[in-house]
């Protein structure tokens, strides 16, 4: 972990902060889905499913848990602006209770696609966890449940990356700019 330290500009959520907050929005969940049969989680493939672990232990509800895979970054982490369907979940959602799980809301186009890809599929409800949001000003999702607004920086850790690297770093910290910013 020592190498991964030197190519991290800061740290920005601890893991404490981290573990305060993830039990704070499952006390949330808990409470706003009490008495509901069961509420059928969504994790977001791969960022988060750390996040989703973590949450999915404290919850004090009935739950199971699917994932989907959406992809929108092409080569060398950039973004491609088109989000696509890699992976599905395994079973309909109608009539469920569903709760999308997000690891980050960067432009806000892959949830707007989970979100009118699922909502066609009919559920009883329909809403949005993520455990950061980048601080933009021209971001326009509905997010239910955040963990963290931060700056509008590179992060990695606690399930998120950079080319698959850094995601189980305990904590949230911004990539010195160094290490993705390398001249052709």
Not at 57 to 72: C, G, K, N, Y
Not at 89 to 97: A, G, I, M, Q, S
Request: charge should be negative.
């Amino acid at each position: 972990m020592e190498d991964l330290q030197s190519e991290l500009a800061q740290v920005l959520v601890s893991e404490q902060q981290i573990r305060d907050q993830v039990s704070e929005i499952a006390g949330q969940i808990s409470s706003d889905y009490e008495g509901v049969d069961n509420l059928y989680i969504v994790g977001i493939l791969k960022g988060a499913f750390i996040f989703l672990a973590d949450l999915a232990r404290e919850l004090r509800i009935p739950h199971s848990v699917d994932f989907m895979a959406v992809s929108s970054y092409g080569k060398k982490g950039a973004t491609s602006g088109e989000v696509r369907l890699v992976m599905d979940l395994r079973e309909p959602v109608t009539d469920k209770h569903v709760l999308i799980v997000e690891d980050i809301i960067d432009t806000g186009q892959t949830l707007t696609y989970l979100l009118k890809t699922l909502k066609g599929r009919r559920p009883a409800s329909l809403k949005t966890c993520v455990l950061v949001r980048k601080d933009r000003k021209s971001l326009d999702v509905a997010i239910d449940y955040l963990g963290f607004v931060i700056p509008d920086v590179w992060v990695v850790g606690y399930g998120l990356d950079y080319l698959d690297r850094y995601r189980t770093l305990p904590f949230i910290a911004e990539l010195d700019r160094r290490v993705y910013d390398v001249p052709a």
